[in-house]
């Protein structure tokens, strides 16, 4: 059964940076499409970030681009998001979650992702 654990999380100054991992266990994840999602306090949870199986391709919110990157690495099991010029609107909590195999795409719509991650913090403050 797959399992995905997001870690990286933590409080960063306005301006700073992190990475976030999300590591896959019981399933390799050579060939899911993986998004990264988030959701702040009494908001709605949404798609930052997603990458195709191969990693051919990748979109992104338009509140992140140019500042997060996505990227896979599956020799290691693990689909990163490298998180850039910070924001306080980027708080939230952040999950990994992985769609079937049957998309070679990132899928349009959150529920054609069935295995999810605990989530980690992310705080943007001075």
């Known amino acids: 059964q797959l399992q995905l654990v997001e870690s990286g999380g933590g409080l960063v100054q306005p301006g700073g940076s992190l990475r976030l991992s999300c590591a896959a266990s019981?399933?390799?994840?050579?060939?899911?499409?993986i998004g990264w999602f988030r959701q702040a306090p009494g908001k709605e949870r949404e798609r930052v970030s997603c990458?195709?199986?191969?990693?051919?391709?990748?979109n992104y919110a338009d509140s992140v681009k140019g500042r997060f990157t996505i990227s896979r690495d599956n020799a290691k099991n693990t689909v990163y998001l490298q998180m850039n010029s910070l924001k306080p609107e980027d708080t939230g909590v952040y999950y990994c979650?992985?769609?079937?195999?049957?998309?070679?795409?990132?899928?349009?719509?959150?529920?054609?992702?069935?295995?999810w991650g605990q989530g980690t913090q992310v705080i943007v403050s001075a």
């Open positions: 979650a992985a769609a079937s195999l049957v998309f070679s795409l990132c899928p349009l719509y959150q529920a054609s992702f069935g295995s």
């Open positions: 019981g399933h390799t994840l050579d060939y899911n499409p």
């Open positions: 990458i195709s199986g191969r990693g051919g391709s990748t």
